[in-house]
């Protein structure tokens, strides 16, 4: 199982990016994958999911409004499209999903400036 974030970067406070997680070595489409991240200093946090057909979602009250998760499941990859980004989005992105054990990407940085 591989899971591979992109799309991270530094942005000003009201900007947007789009993370991606290219995944492989699993049925994708069987599978409920989501989003955490990690700010400095502090735990790791669930931040949204998303069920394996893509019709049901979850978000963090922190990012609900703001963020969309959305999956293609014809290129076994999952995404992310932050809006109205604020400083305290800041940190590292990871995909997850749980395949017998919980697996995890790399992570990828976002930077939020005020």
């Known amino acids: 199982v591989q899971l591979v974030e992109s799309g991270g970067g530094l942005v000003q406070a009201g900007g947007s990016l789009r993370l991606s997680c290219a995944t492989s070595?699993?049925?994708?489409?069987?599978?409920?994958i989501g989003w955490f991240r990690q700010a400095p200093g502090k735990e790791r946090e669930a931040v949204s999911c998303?069920?394996?057909?893509?019709?049901?979602?979850n978000y963090s009250d922190s990012v609900k409004d703001r963020f969309t998760i959305s999956r293609l499941n014809a290129k076994n990859t999952m995404y992310l499209q932050m809006d109205s980004l604020k400083p305290e989005d800041t940190g590292v992105y990871y995909c997850?999903?749980?395949?017998?054990?919980?697996?995890w990407g790399q992570g990828t940085q976002v930077t939020v400036s005020s």
């Open positions: 070595g699993f049925t994708f489409d069987d599978y409920t």
């Open positions: 997850n999903t749980y395949y017998g054990r919980d697996f």
């Open positions: 998303i069920s394996s057909s893509g019709g049901s979602a």
